[in-house]
T-cell receptor, first 112, second 115 residues
Framework: AQSVTQLDSQVPVFEEAPVELRCNYS??????LFWYVQYPNQGLQLLLK??????LVESINGFEAEFNKSQTSFHLRKPSVHISDTAEYFC??????????FGKGTRLHILP | GAGVSQTPSNKVTEKGKYVELRCDPI?????LYWYRQSLGQGPEFLIY????????DSGLPNDRFFAVRPEGSVSTLKIQRTERGDSAVYLC?????????????FGEGSRLTVL
């Protein structure tokens, strides 16, 4: 079975500071990895994904995540956050051709 | 609209009652998923349809929960004899072909409160 661990339930960070949201997964088979974001009063939406190829993937709004197979991690990073990044972020894993399993989420608080 | 539509957005019911939650996926999407999200938790997988058939229903918590997708488009999640522990936001998502596309398109959810 697969599982996802997001160690931080909440992360406060000052505006324009860098941030890293941690995600570790467990799986005995090859997986796809995702970060989904839920902005206040909105539905979940895909932020970025790793399916194959380059282990560093980027989103259109400046986030990036790196697949590290040896450490079974897929941490999400941004060099400089903005107030508009306030949201809850969910890491997710899918064994290929199977359902997507989500972590418990990390709430990102941007401090002025 | 162009997105996944879920109705009702809010449902308050009494313990023991029957509830139906509806999901209208993005047109043309063959895969449809139901998840449940409790407070402070991530989405919990319930069931996944590929076309009209349930490809994986391993997440349904017990036989009070049932879902259908008779024509391969709209889906209904049915909960019998509701219990207070069923209170959660029920999320529906669709995707163009299935899990290996890597992206689910979520609706805004149906918030169920069982009194």
């Amino acid at each position: 079975a697969q599982s996802v661990t997001q160690l931080d339930s909440q992360v406060p960070v000052f505006e324009e500071a860098p941030v890293e949201l941690r995600c570790n997964y467990s799986s005995s088979v090859s997986v796809y990895l995702f970060w989904y974001v839920q902005y206040p009063n909105q539905g979940l939406q895909l932020l970025l994904k790793y399916l194959s190829g380059s282990t560093l993937v980027e989103s259109i709004n400046g986030f990036e995540a790196e697949f590290n197979k040896s450490q079974t991690s897929f941490h999400l990073r941004k060099p400089s956050v903005h107030i508009s990044d306030t949201a809850e972020y969910f890491c997710a894993v899918s064994p290929r051709d199977d359902k997507i399993i989500f972590g418990k989420g990390t709430r990102l608080h941007i401090l002025p | 609209g162009a997105g996944v539509s879920q109705t009702p957005s809010n449902k308050v019911t009494e313990k023991g009652k029957y509830v139906e939650l509806r999901c209208d996926p993005i047109s043309g999407h063959t895969a449809l998923y139901w998840y449940r999200q409790s407070l402070g938790q991530g989405p919990e997988f319930l069931i996944y349809f590929q076309g009209t058939g349930a490809a994986d229903d391993s997440g349904l918590p017990n036989d009070r929960f049932f879902a259908v997708r008779p024509e391969g488009s709209v889906s209904t999640l049915k909960i019998q004899r509701t219990e207070r522990g069923d209170s959660a936001v029920y999320l529906c998502a669709s995707s163009p072909t299935g899990p290996n596309t890597g992206e689910l398109f979520f609706g805004e959810g149906s918030r169920l409160t069982v009194l």
